[in-house]
């Protein structure tokens, strides 16, 4: 079996559960399901990993730590990449090198998703233009402000248009088994849910 490699971006002050959210998912799901199906990778359809600018510590709110797992000079190729948000997502706004990164990772993913204000970031890339999308409420005016052509939703729990955002920090939870579903199937996705006995709802 092949896995598809999910990457997921971290930085200063990214939103824990809108990154740590989805790793769970993804890193979670098996195709047999039960429990000694967790103790090994064996049956898992996702590679899961972090990705920040440098491969140095980020610190992320209520100052939690995570050491990334590769740089994005260093990143493996990724099919799934989640761009989580956080107030770290407005300095990055102003980051070109971060910005490029992430529209060159777009472009060769199979899938691109964004929890929160992480859909600020695949604007400013230019991902999101002619699209629908959402965000989280307070930044619904600021995502439409960077791109007026983006048709923005605002009472949704993820957007599926190409590219998959989704509202404010659990929601990135919805989002990741709307992807599971998706690629793996509606059981593999509920038997997931219930392992990590999670309450999945309708977007």
């Known amino acids: 079996m092949q896995r598809r490699t999910v990457g997921i971006f971290v930085f200063d002050d990214v939103e824990v559960l809108d990154f740590a959210g989805p790793y769970e998912v993804f890193s979670r799901t098996r195709l047999v399901p039960g429990l000694e199906s967790r103790r090994s990778n064996e ?16 610190k992320a709110t209520g100052g939690l730590r995570v050491i990334p797992d590769h740089s994005i000079a260093s990143a493996p190729p990724i099919d799934i990449l989640v761009i989580p948000g956080g107030f770290g997502t407005r300095r990055l706004l102003e980051d070109s090198g971060a910005v490029s990164w ?26 999101l233009r002619g699209r629908q999308a959402t965000t989280h409420w307070g930044a619904l005016d600021l995502l439409s402000a960077l791109d007026q052509t983006i048709r923005v939703e605002r009472d949704r729990v993820y957007v599926d248009d190409v590219i998959v955002t989704s ?13 599971v579903e998706k690629l793996c199937g509606a059981a593999v996705a509920d038997e997931t849910a219930r392992y990590i006995e999670y309450p999945r709802r309708s977007g």
């Open 167 to 179: 509202a404010g920090v659990a929601a990135g939870i919805e989002m990741a088994f709307y992807v």
């Open 102 to 127: 992430i529209k060159s990772a777009a472009e060769t993913a199979s899938t691109t998703t964004s929890v929160c204000t992480g859909a600020l970031l695949l604007a400013k890339a230019g991902l």
């Open 43 to 58: 049956h898992a359809p996702f590679d899961v990993f972090t990705v920040a600018r440098e491969r140095e510590p980020v």
